[in-house]
C-alpha cells in the first residue's frame, strides 16, 4: 500500500499497515483451525461454511456470542495474553454445548486505540488455541483500530459462535425427573466471571503477580488469577454419544443458583451437597480475603464446578469415568428432588453447606 494514501488516516492515529501486517501474521494461526466445512480463506468480506448434515433428519442452528469481562484489566495489568482468547472462545462453546450442540464455527472481534502487533498476535493465538480444543473452525474476525475510544494498552475482546444439532438430539432439560443424578466437571478457577469483585480482593490483599499464591502449590498469582476456562466439548462429546445426558448448565455468572435452574423443570429443585467436590484454593482465598460467605461463593463466582450435567442415577458413575478420562476431575454433587410446595416463591437450588 502507498504510504501517502494512508498518511492522514495514520496522522489520526490509525495504522493500515500494522493492520496488515497483523492479517499476515495470523493466517497460519487461522488456517490450524480449519475444519473440513471450511470453504474460505482469511481476507474475504465473509467466511463460508458448509455443514455436514448427513444422519441429520432436522438440523438446528445454535449460536451465542460473548466476552471476557473485567478479567482483561487484569490481563493488561500482568502483562499476560496468551490465555484470554481461550476464555473467549469458551464462553460461547461452552453455553451451545449445553443444548447438545456441535461447535461449527468461531467468530472474534478485536478492537484498541492503538494496535500492538504483538499482543493482537498473542491473543489471538488464544483464540485459535481454544477453536482446536472445541473442534471448531476461526472461521474469520475483525480487528478495529480507534484512537482515543481504549486506554493505552488495552483492548477489548467478543466473540461469537454458531453450532449446529439435531432436532431429536436437542437437550433442554425437559426430561429430568425426581431422583436424576447432578455431576459436576471441576473449573480451572475463576473461569472468566466475578472478575470486578475478584480484582477488588486482589487489591486488598496486596499480593503481587509473581508472588506464590496462596495454598496453590507454588503457582504464581498471575497464572492462577489469569488461568483459562475450561473447554468441555471434547469430554461432554463422549457422554452424548452413549449416555441419556437430559440437561447440562455453563456455570458463569451467577453461579450455582442463576444457572442450574435454567435447564430445570418448574416441578423440581437440584439439591447440591456442599463438600462432595475439591475446589480450587483461589475460593477458599477469595471468601477469607474477601470476607465472603459460601452462598455469596456459589453465587458469584463458579465455585469450583464450571460444568453440570443431570443424568439417570445408573448412569452417573460411568459419567464421571469417562470424564477422568479426559483429565478433567468429575463428582456426583447433588440429585433432583421434588420442589416444595411453595412452587415458584422458593429457589430451585438448594445447597446443603
Request: charged share 20%; net charge negative; aromatic share 8%.
Amino acid at each position: 500500500m502507498s504510504s501517502d494514501r494512508a498518511k492522514a488516516y495514520t496522522q489520526a492515529g490509525v495504522d493500515i499497515e500494522a493492520g496488515n501486517t497483523l492479517v499476515s501474521r495470523i493466517k497460519s494461526m487461522v488456517q490450524s483451525t480449519q475444519t473440513r466445512g471450511v470453504i474460505s480463506d482469511i481476507g474475504g468480506f465473509g467466511g463460508l461454511f458448509r455443514p455436514d448434515l448427513s444422519g441429520m433428519s432436522e438440523p438446528v442452528l445454535v449460536s451465542s456470542t460473548d466476552g471476557v469481562g473485567t478479567k482483561l484489566k487484569l490481563a493488561f495489568a500482568f502483562d499476560k495474553h496468551d490465555t484470554v482468547g481461550i476464555d473467549l472462545v469458551a464462553m460461547s462453546v461452552n453455553d451451545i454445548l449445553v443444548q447438545g450442540a456441535n461447535p461449527l464455527f468461531f467468530l472474534d472481534y478485536f478492537a484498541t486505540g492503538k494496535l500492538n502487533v504483538d499482543t493482537a498476535q498473542t491473543v489471538i493465538g488464544g483464540v485459535a488455541e481454544g477453536c482446536r480444543q472445541a473442534d471448531c473452525a476461526l472461521l474469520g474476525g475483525e480487528t478495529a483500530e480507534m484512537p482515543d475510544m481504549y486506554a493505552p494498552g488495552e483492548y477489548d475482546l467478543a466473540g461469537f459462535c454458531v453450532g449446529i444439532v439435531d432436532n431429536a438430539k436437542l437437550i433442554d432439560g425437559s426430561g429430568i425427573q425426581v431422583g436424576d443424578h447432578i455431576v459436576g466437571i471441576a473449573s480451572s478457577g475463576l473461569h472468566s466471571n466475578g472478575y470486578s469483585l475478584a480484582r477488588k480482593v486482589l487489591e486488598k490483599s496486596g499480593l503481587k503477580p509473581d508472588d506464590a499464591f496462596p495454598g496453590a502449590d507454588g503457582a504464581s498469582v498471575r497464572d492462577v488469577m489469569l488461568a483459562p476456562t475450561i473447554i468441555y466439548v471434547e469430554a461432554v462429546r463422549s457422554l452424548l454419544r452413549d449416555l441419556n445426558v437430559k440437561g447440562m448448565a455453563h456455570i458463569t455468572g451467577g453461579g450455582f443458583y442463576d444457572n442450574i435452574p435454567r435447564v430445570l423443570p418448574a416441578q423440581v429443585e437440584a439439591r447440591i451437597n456442599f463438600g462432595s467436590w475439591q475446589m480450587s484454593p483461589v475460593f477458599r482465598w477469595l471468601k477469607e480475603t474477601g470476607d465472603l460467605s459460601w452462598p455469596e461463593i456459589l453465587q458469584i463466582f463458579n465455585g469450583g464446578i464450571g460444568y453440570v450435567l443431570v443424568l439417570p442415577p445408573d448412569q452417573s458413575e460411568e459419567a464421571i469415568s469417562r470424564i477422568q478420562a479426559f483429565n478433567l476431575r468429575a463428582w456426583h454433587i447433588g440429585d433432583v428432588a421434588r420442589r416444595s410446595k411453595d412452587g415458584n416463591e422458593t429457589e430451585q437450588v438448594v445447597v446443603n453447606f
